[in-house]
T-cell receptor, first 113, second 114 residues
Framework: TQLLEQSPQFLSIQEGENLTVYCNSS?????LQWYRQEPGEGPVLLVT?????EVKKLKRLTFQFGDARKDSSLHITAAQPGDTGLYLC?????????????FGKGTLLTVNP | DTAVSQTPKYLVTQMGNDKSIKCEQN?????MYWYKQDSKKFLKIMFS???????INETVPNRFSPKSPDKAHLNLHINSLELGDSAVYFC?????????????FGPGTRLTVT
């Protein structure tokens, strides 16, 4: 069973602060996705990282895939209240024809104005 | 237009009852999924269908029976509901199965079993 550990589980910060969320596993994933989920809604994809060491930027969000494709991080610069939500990482299993996403348990981020 | 829709949004029922949740996607995707999100927000896949065929069944009790009448619909029927079935159930779809494809999630169905 492939497991993804996310940390921290909860994070409450003030507007303008920076933060990093981590997603770690002992398993190798062929790719990793980050989703954001707002209350009462389904998760929405933010980014997919595929290559070990890959860095992708989405405005103030920076995503990195570890060199060994076992871990990832999400860094938010100058957080805003609109960034509040549940951030989920999800790893794509590395083999087989019927792939599935394994989700981490999420980081609940609250950005206070 | 809603890409992935689910009905109902909320479902409150008693133990032992049978209930269904419906899902429809208008994205033309080939693959659809059911996920369960527990009270701690842990999201776990239950089933995956590709072109109406079951391809993933994640050790879900056989009280749960998915049905896909066509590739745009994936319904979930639950027999003999138990307290532990209380959760938010999400339907999702993606273009293909077997790649790093974006999954589009529905708004969820909050099931409460009393």
């Amino acid at each position: 069973t492939q497991l993804l550990e996310q940390s921290p589980q909860f994070l409450s910060i003030q507007e303008g602060e920076n933060l990093t969320v981590y997603c770690n596993s002992s398993s190798v994933f062929s790719s990793l996705q980050w989703y954001r989920q707002e209350p009462g809604e389904g998760p929405v994809l933010l980014v997919t990282v595929v290559t070990g060491g890959e860095v992708k930027k989405l405005k103030r969000l920076t995503f990195q895939f570890g060199d060994a494709r076992k871990d990832s991080s999400l860094h938010i610069t100058a957080a805003q209240p609109g960034d509040t939500g549940l951030y989920l990482c999800a790893g794509l299993n590395s083999g087989g024809s019927n792939y599935k996403l394994t989700f981490g348990k999420g980081t609940l981020l609250t950005v206070n104005p | 237009d809603t890409a992935v829709s689910q009905t109902p949004k909320y479902l409150v029922t008693q133990m032992g009852n049978d209930k269904s949740i419906k899902c429809e996607q208008n994205l033309g995707h080939d693959t659809m999924y059911w996920y369960k999100q527990d009270s701690k927000k842990f999201l776990k896949i239950m089933f995956s269908y590709n072109n109406k065929e079951l391809i993933i069944n994640e050790t879900v009790p056989n009280r749960f029976s998915p049905k896909s009448p066509d590739k745009a619909h994936l319904n979930l029927h639950i027999n003999s509901l138990e307290l532990g079935d209380s959760a938010v159930y999400f339907c999702a779809s993606s273009q293909v199965s077997g790649g790093a494809d974006e999954q589009y999630f529905g708004p969820g169905t909050r099931l409460t079993v009393t």
